[in-house]
């Protein structure tokens, strides 16, 4: 494993985590926040820009400004547009302070319809997005993966990504709806749904 999604939200020791992913060998995607209601946005973003200079050096720094925003309505509290605006400043402030900076967005696409989508159009139409991350679980998918890969490559025409998925072996829902599926078959499903997509000419 090369890259890796973790934290580096406020109360996180920025440096340290950092400096443990580089003597890992790995790549960090850093969230920035993860259904936290960040009191100071801005300060978040220059704080961890330049602690990867420090670290790093000039070397890109990945970033997912805030994690699934159309969530904060439910987990955090926070309309959903003042989280898509959070997302907005620290991008632009982490770029601001640090010479290049990946974005990746991540939300729940779990169906092809426009409302799907509307948390990532808001970001995507504001600050420059280098991936665009899906979150597909099998308690929540209304559709296909490949189809919801599709639906978000034509959309978007950036470099997409499977940002988050898992299986829950004690989750109903998941047996009920890929009965006879385990940890293992499921990302193989997985895999097998991104391989379809990319032979369908996806940039995954």
């Not at 991936?131 to 490559?153: D, E, F, Q």
């Amino acid at each position: 494993m090369t890259t890796v999604r973790d934290g580096l939200v406020p109360g996180h020791h920025v440096v340290e985590r950092l400096a443990a992913a580089r003597r890992a060998g790995v790549e960090g995607i850093w969230d920035l926040s993860h259904y936290h209601r960040n009191q100071d946005p801005v300060r978040c973003a220059r704080i961890v820009s330049e602690a990867a200079l420090t670290v790093y050096g000039p070397g890109k720094l990945w970033l997912c400004s805030v994690n699934e925003p159309s969530l904060y309505p439910s987990i955090a509290g926070m309309p959903r547009h003042e989280a898509i605006g959070m997302a907005v400043t620290m991008t632009r402030v982490a770029r601001d302070h640090h010479p290049d900076v990946g974005i990746l967005t991540n939300d729940p696409i779990t169906g092809v319809g426009d409302r799907q989508f509307e948390a990532t159009d808001a970001i995507v139409s504001a600050v420059h997005v280098d991936v665009v991350g899906i979150n597909y679980y099998p308690h929540t998918a209304r559709t296909s993966l490949v189809k919801v890969l599709m639906a978000t490559w034509r959309r978007y025409r950036k470099p997409i990504m499977v940002s988050e998925t898992s299986w829950h072996d004690g989750h109903p829902i998941h047996h009920r709806r890929y009965p006879g599926l385990n940890k293992g078959t499921w990302l193989r499903h997985v895999t097998e749904q991104v391989d379809i997509a990319r032979f369908h000419g996806a940039m995954l």
